[in-house]
């Protein structure tokens, strides 16, 4: 097994070959393939039901695919190597958090879930990092959808991974929720993270990444720079790709 | 090894504050095993039947109602926001997942024991102090067991809708052994026979323990993968 810190900077950290996932007689993935370098933002549009979440699950090693394969930071998806979940923050459609215990007990007991140390320091500095200071002795039922989705994010980063994979982040925020959300994910991209984002918000996704998919019915019906795109015009043809795709 | 063992007992740690702020789990527990004591006290003419002989099924039926109760709220818990999949995304491993949860099952499940069995002394007006050491050890043993098959078929009942339903019906059949086993051992104490000569049961309860914890450990991780 490639130990990922010695890999090469400039080789891919993802890379898919062909993957496949089949539901019973439902095809969720039909053969995406792309590469991802290291420090890459890379953001999927889709419908719904387009296999985003999937693509996610199998890249973070929650569910195999039925065939190809995919190589994130040197480890292939399909071993449950715990090295890759030392690598990777996820942040699904849940947040992962307990709603009894406070933002502090949630996040110290990931950290030393993750082995690290000082888990306690680690975790008040990761809450105070997204801005939550003062929140983090009440419970996370307590909290607002957005609050609860700023320690999810808080969560996912506190192993400091090098690698980000975000499902519908933006998901039930507010404008406000929204925003503080984008500047830090823009600080996260910014120290060289690789992260791959599916979100609707068009705007958003192409504003924030270096590279945009349109994923339909299980593959990539396009796939392009976001500096190269006509931002103005790109909602349109995002709508034409998909009902081409269909 | 070390954090393993770390990670083990961090998840006993988490389940430990749900517990502390909720009291959820226990009271649960305790009001069910207390009722199903108290229903049966008054529906058993113990001036025919002698207590040392419906007593010892009576309280283990108790402990199963009760301790089925807990298994099926334990993985809820994970269940709720998420939770396991943020469990299994971290590096632990699967095993690790499966012990925390299952040391977390059996000692709440042996301090509702605790807290019962006086009860059931009073009850039935039979005297546990004078077995009291081996009592303690037959009663560990079949809630080990419990709890080894219990928590890993709580994990797989957990994505099921009809979970609840689903738990009793994988976990009865497969915990009779054990059930028995302890049925018999308690008894026979209450009986005044000493353990050493009840040895067969005993390896009985213990095989089994092992048969559960062995299984579980081969299959946690397919069984927590989706």
């Known amino acids: ?246 | 090894m070390r954090q393993y063992l770390n990670q083990v007992t961090t998840i006993v740690w988490k389940d430990f504050v749900t517990e502390f702020k909720t009291r959820e789990l226990f009271s649960s527990m305790f009001i069910f095993a207390l009722l199903v004591i108290v229903i049966f006290i008054f529906s058993i003419d113990l001036s025919i039947v002698k207590a040392n002989q419906v007593g010892p099924g009576i309280l283990w039926v108790a402990f199963l109602f009760a301790g089925t109760l807990g298994l099926n709220r334990s993985f809820m818990l994970e269940k709720e926001n998420g939770c396991l999949e943020g469990l299994i995304l971290t590096p632990a491993d699967r095993t690790a997942i499966y012990f925390g949860k299952m040391l977390s099952n059996l000692v709440f499940l042996l301090i509702m024991e605790a807290f019962i069995l006086p009860l059931f002394m009073i009850f039935f007006n039979v005297d546990l102090i004078a077995h009291l050491g081996p009592l303690l050890l037959v009663i560990f043993l079949g809630t080990v067991g419990f709890c080894a098959i219990g928590t890993l078929l709580s994990s797989l009942s957990s994505n099921l809708k009809t979970r609840e339903i689903m738990l009793p019906i994988l976990l009865y059949p497969l915990i009779v052994p054990v059930v028995i086993g302890a049925v018999r051992l308690t008894g026979q104490l209450l009986a005044g026979e000493t353990l050493g000569s009840m040895m067969n049961w005993v390896g009985l309860i213990l095989a089994f323990d092992i048969i559960y914890i062995g299984v579980s450990i081969i299959t946690i991780d397919h069984i927590l993968e989706e």
């Open chain 1, 1 to 246: 097994m490639p130990d990922p810190s010695k890999l090469d900077p400039s080789s891919p950290a993802i890379q898919v070959q062909n993957i496949r996932k089949t539901f019973g007689v439902v095809n969720a993935l039909n053969g995406i393939s792309f590469d991802l370098n290291t420090g890459e933002f890379l953001t999927l549009f889709g419908p719904n039901g387009a296999g985003k979440t999937t693509l996610i699950k199998i890249l973070a090693g929650l569910t195999k695919p039925t065939s190809g394969t995919a190589t994130v930071a040197g480890y292939d998806v399909q071993n449950g190597d715990s090295g890759l979940r030392r690598d990777i923050g996820v942040i699904s459609h849940t947040s992962c958090l307990y709603a009894d215990l406070t933002a502090l007990e949630n996040l110290t007991f990931y950290a030393k879930m993750y082995g690290l140390d000082n888990a306690k320091e680690r975790a008040m500095q990761a809450i105070e990092d997204v801005g939550l200071k003062g929140r983090m002795h009440d419970r996370i039922r307590t909290f607002s959808r957005g609050m609860q989705q700023r320690i999810s994010i808080a969560r996912a980063v506190i192993h400091n991974p090098s690698i980000l994979f975000l499902d519908e982040p933006f998901t039930g925020l507010d404008p406000h929720g929204s925003n503080v959300l984008k500047q830090y994910l823009h600080s996260l991209h910014t120290e060289k993270r690789t992260i791959i984002m599916t979100t609707h918000d068009i705007s958003c996704g192409l504003e924030m990444s270096d590279r945009v998919a349109v994923q339909v019915k299980g593959k990539f019906a396009f796939m392009g720079k976001s500096n190269e795109l006509d931002k103005n015009n790109f909602e349109d043809r995002y709508f034409e790709i998909i009902n081409d795709g269909k």
